[in-house]
């Protein structure tokens, strides 16, 4: 090794690796990304919160003391950066590279950010125009979405405005992080609009925020509808809606295009139809926006297949409970109809005490008052701890087998990747996706790459063909550095002294060998 590569790095470049090298996996840059933008998001939140009287005026400290501790976050934030901007490759090649980091866009945002509060320590303003600069904080979030859209269109250059729509809200090989940024936007848009939706229906609170639910509505509403829009434009590029008009019609007949339309169709209905026909009733189905999450969750999918394999038998067991309930009824119907006729006043009336009584739930609303029915309400309650348990047994059990067997799915194209000895990047993404939709953590992944790693390289004693090696550059290359990181273990872990004497010997090692010998030594430190 090199002197210089053995020189430790300054306290500079230390802070830079740590906290604002994207490329560093061991730092904190991405981790410090999505607390900034985060601590942005909610200064927004707060922004839109002073401007309703019964909160700020009640919390007007707590308000000032938030904001203080923001814009000393954010001056760290600035100050570090122009202090390390030498060592940023972006900058330091300039001939001052903290003057250059001065003029460039991120650092202007950056210092908007936060100058309108110190000129107000200075300069007396309006509060209310001190409140609109500080929506300038919301550009610092560029600084996440700018290298984002600069990946996005170049894993998407040369196609056409719809291939790229597609790329941004279905993932694909080129939908990049901003595509996984788009999905964070329509998710957190659905919590949102539908908590908006349950605190509406809080009298106290829909007097006080009226005017914010229907703009957050509106907001959401407009949302949900570029998204459908996008979605039945670009679904043509999915080779399952292949058709310009066919294609789109089988798209918006499928179940998760119907719910996005259900988001946003009773806003619509409303708006048009509310001087003819009352239809503020609808407002109610906003809650299955909710539903727009199974496309963000594989859970769902998971279940689905769980309950098309095991169907049959569900269907079975479903057909006994409602023979039993129906049962069930007649027989309340007949004991208790003559005590009780209010209640048991005809068999599908019934129907609802049976389901109760079945289901081990037993409202009391309803129960029976005579020794007979009593005694079959009795042994009816029993049997249906039992049969109204097996569709659950049955469902729960198909869960953990369909779960299990996508994992084994996922862990035999590991292994399939793994046959040329490499995981390239590619191979690697597919895997840790795979991964995150069956809830496997990326520590686990790991694990198991490493251990498929090491069973392979157990069958076949860590050598791989001369042929592949030949064929493949990538494979070549890969074993090259396995090889030199089992000799750096070797050199490391050895007697060096006595090693070196064995290598001095000119009849037993040649000069390269020494040369390399002496090489790996001196780097162990030994």
Known sequence: MTTAQNLPKSLRAQIYDLGFNASNQEGYAKKLDTFIAALIIANLVALMLETIPVIYEANAALFHAFDKISVIIFTVEYLTRLYVAPEDPEFSKAQSPRFAYLKSPFALIDLAAILPFYLAAFFEADLRVLRALRLLRLFKLLRVLMPAIHEFKELNKGKTLRQQVYALINPTDTSGKLHEYFDTLIVWWVLISVSAVILESVQMLEGVFHVEFVVLDAVAVMIFS???????????????????????????????????????????????????????????????????????????????????????????????????????????????????????????????????????????????????????????ALVGIGIFAVPAAILSTAFNDQLHKDREQMHNELYRFMEDGILDESERAIIYDEA???????????????????????????????????????????QFRQVIGQLRQIASVSQTEAVSKLFSDQDRATSQEREIWERLSRGSGR
């Not at 503020?280 to 906003?286: P, V």
């Not at 009391?364 to 309400?377: A, E, F, Q, Y």
Request: charged residues 25%; neutral net charge; proline residues 5%.
């Open 436 to 478: 995150k939709r069956l809830h496997i953590t990326e520590e686990e992944v790991d694990l198991l790459i490493e251990r498929v790693r090491q069973e392979r390289e157990a069958t076949t004693g860590g050598h791989l063909p001369f042929d592949l090696i030949k064929r493949e550059p990538e494979v070549a290359f890969e």
């Open 226 to 380: 570029i998204e459908y829009i996008l979605r039945l434009y670009s679904c043509v590029e999915d080779p399952r809606f292949q058709g310009a008009v066919s294609g789109r019609l089988r798209y918006a007949k499928s179940p998760i295009a119907v719910i996005d339309l259900l988001a946003i169709v009773p806003f619509y209905l409303e708006v048009l139809l509310h001087s003819i026909v009352d239809l503020r009733f609808l407002r109610i189905f906003r809650l299955m926006r909710l539903l727009k999450l199974t496309r963000y969750t594989q859970a769902t999918g998971t279940l689905f297949k769980a309950l098309k394999r095991e169907w049959p038998i569900i269907a079975a067991s479903t057909f006994i409970m409602l023979l039993l309930v129906v049962l069930t009824a007649s027989l309340g119907y007949l004991f208790e109809h003559e005590a009780q006729p209010d209640k048991f006043e005809n068999i599908p009336q019934s129907i609802y005490w049976a389901v109760v009584t079945l289901a081990s739930v037993g409202y009391g609303d309803i129960s029976p008052v005579t020794p007979v029915g009593r005694l079959m309400t009795m042994i009816m």
